[in-house]
Every structure is written in C-alpha cells, then in structure tokens.
C-alpha cells in the first residue's frame, strides 16, 4: 500500500471517482463527507495525505485546513469549485500544500498526490542527498555551489535566498506574501514587483528556456511553484 488518503467531500459522484482513481493506484481511501467528520477521521485515521472540498455542507473546508494544521503538517490538496485568486491564496494561507480548481482531470490528481507524498517521504531538512537537479542545472545545497551544463552560475545573496525559499517548500505553491516575507520581510509584501523582477532574473540564469520555465513556475495570480 503506498499510503492512506482521506478524502473530505460531499459530492457523491467525486467521492466514488477519486475513491476508484486512488484505490486503483494502490492507496487506501477513506471518505469524510462533512467538515466535522473530517475532523475526526484526521485525527483518529492519521492519513498520509488529506483531499478537502471547501464547500463542505456543515462550513468551509478552510476550517478543517487550520485544525488539521495545528497538530499535523500532512500535505493537504484542496479541491474546488472556486476560482476567485482570494480563496485559493486564503487556503494556502491556512496551510494548504495545492490546489484543484474543478473539474479536474484524474490523471492532474493523481500526479499532485504523488508529488505531495513525495515531498513528505524525503523531507528537506531529513535528506542526506544535498543535490538538487533542475534539467541542467545542479545545486549543491552543503557546498552552496550551483552550476548550468557545468558552469558555475552565481547568484547574488537576495536570489539565493528566493531560490532557497523554493526549494524548501519545493512542489508546492507558495504564495506571494510568502516569499516576500521570507527574502525581503514582512514591510515588502505591498511590492510584489520585486519578486516578480527576482524571479525573472532566477529564470534567466537557471531555465534553458526563461520564457518557457520548466521548473520555476508562475501559478498565476498566487505565487510560485518549484517543480521537482
Ligand atoms: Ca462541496
């Protein structure tokens, strides 16, 4: 068995897809249809991965986000039929790991699943691999060095800290105020054209394509996502 999913969501239909979906795929499902059911089976199941609806009969999955968040840091996907950039931004906030607009394709699930678990099964900081590889790209994280087709590739200290702060959280999407907090503190976050011009300058010196990143992408109106 490859982990246990919690699935917190009231439509019937959803539920029986993704229960098939990620039966198939070999992880054990369990079904929560309200929020205050959520609650319970998060805490008493200890799942591996947690699937929230926000629209849930009894209140607003972003309730259930905070609550698993003050015990339990398990990645949690959400899913929803909101498309306003606040609600997403607010769930991730709250401490969501991503975010499924629906409908969503199974195949786009299950590879958010995989990614979320495995983020979780090599944590960062447990690690002993201190090599990160972005196509041509190598970053030694012990000997801070970084090199593109075997050149160094040097970065100045505020895109090292920008790059760092992704690749920490790497798979999952970090929101604006996040990163500004993290590399230029909490006075900046009302100048998001800083991150916008730093995240250009990463792109330039590290995507063999910058107008067509592969690994650091834009996830539009949010933030950021370092793809591994
Ligand atoms: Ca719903």
């Known amino acids: 068995m490859l982990g246990t999913i919690l699935v917190v969501e009231d439509e019937e239909q959803i539920c029986k897809a993704l229960k098939v979906s990620l039966g198939d795929e070999g992880y054990m499902v369990y079904v929560a249809n309200t929020l205050r059911q959520g609650e319970v089976e998060a805490a008493t ?74 983020r979780r099964l090599v944590p960062f900081d447990k690690t002993d691999q201190n090599l990160i590889e972005l196509g041509d790209v190598k970053i030694d994280l012990q000997k801070q060095l970084i090199t593109k087709n075997g050149e160094a590739v040097h970065l100045t200290k505020l895109e090292n800290r920008l790059l760092f702060a992704l690749i920490v959280e790497r798979g999952k999407i970090l929101t604006q105020r996040y990163l500004i907090q993290q590399v230029w503190g909490a006075s900046y976050v009302e100048h998001p054209h800083y991150l916008r011009m730093y995240m250009a300058r990463l792109r330039q010196k590290l995507e063999s394509d910058p107008s067509d990143p592969k690994f650091l992408l834009t996830e539009n109106g949010i933030g950021y996502r370092l793809a591994i």
């Open 45 to 118: 199941r200890k799942p591996d991965l947690v699937i929230v609806d926000l629209g849930l009969p009894d209140g607003d999955g972003i309730f259930l986000i905070r609550t698993i968040r003050n015990y339990s840091m398990v990645p949690i996907i959400v899913l929803s039929a909101r498309i306003s950039e606040d609600s997403k931004v607010q769930a991730l906030d709250a401490g969501a790991d991503d975010y499924l607009i629906k409908p969503f394709g199974t195949n786009e699930l299950l590879a958010r699943v995989r990614a979320q678990l495995r």
